[in-house]
């Protein structure tokens, strides 16, 4: 039992290059989440989806996309990365009982230069 | 909207001295409370919750957390620190309903010397 998943674990680009952050969870929840870490910030939330075939804006979703493939993953691209975009990114998923502990994963270290 | 505040950005405290970490949060709904953990270089985990119930809620691991409604606070505390318990801690909230996203607090790092 793996928990959440996250590839790669770090990643640098240039501005203007595009990737895609992977995450995959094998404890069947309906919920996942990404969320990038800035210091002095805590984590907020750039998008979420509530089920599969499901996905909605959060905090800070400029620049992103996502895309909920099955139950199992969500992915982040970023179509044209900036500078702006360095950061440490975590996905996590959660069953949708409310209250129901959120599980992140390793994060993902993204360096744009 | 709701919000986290969390005072101290760092807190240094000697092993086996009692610690406290504030939090404030502000919200126009009731809301349900976390204290998530990280050690270097990890992800979050959760360290414990409070959903409803008694206000005081307790960790595996000695750590202490009290709801209280009227200064809207959840501060976290543990009597005795150890070399171990250094890490950064967030302080969360998320709504009973919607799509239930925690909102969090900027961090406290906890930095326990010998």
């Known amino acids: 039992n793996a928990g959440v998943t996250q590839t790669p674990k770090f990643q640098v680009l240039k501005t203007g290059q595009s990737m895609t952050l992977q995450c995959a969870q094998d404890?069947?929840?309906?919920?996942m989440y990404w969320y990038r870490q800035d210091p002095g910030m805590g984590l907020r939330l750039i998008y979420y989806?509530?089920?599969?075939?499901?996905?909605d804006k959060g905090e800070v979703p400029n620049g992103y996309n996502v895309s909920r493939l099955n139950k199992r993953e969500f992915s982040l691209r970023l179509e044209s990365a900036a500078p702006s975009q360095t950061s440490v990114y975590f996905c996590?998923?959660?069953?949708?009982?409310?209250?129901?502990?959120?599980?992140f994963g390793p994060g993902t270290r993204l360096l744009v230069l | 909207a709701q919000s986290v505040t969390q005072l101290d950005s760092q807190v240094p405290v000697f092993e086996e001295a009692p610690v406290e970490l504030r939090c404030n949060y502000s919200?126009?709904?009731?809301?349900?409370l976390f204290w998530y953990v990280q050690y270097p270089n990890q992800g979050l985990q959760l360290l414990l919750k409070?959903?409803?119930?008694?206000?005081l809620v307790e960790s595996i691991n000695g750590f202490e957390a009290e709801f209280n409604k009227s200064q809207t606070s959840f501060h976290l505390r543990k009597p005795s620190v150890h070399i171990s318990d250094t890490a950064e801690y967030f302080c969360?909230?998320?709504?009973?309903?919607?799509?239930?996203?925690?909102?969090f607090g900027s961090g406290t790092r906890l930095q326990v010397q010998p």
């Open positions: 996590a998923s959660s069953t949708q009982t409310s209250g129901e502990t959120q599980y």
């Open positions: 404890m069947n929840h309906n919920s």
């Open positions: 989806s509530a089920s599969e075939g499901t996905t």
């Open positions: 919200s126009s709904v009731s809301v349900y």
């Open positions: 409070y959903l409803s119930g008694s206000t």
């Open positions: 969360a909230v998320s709504e009973p309903t919607g799509r239930r996203a925690l909102t």
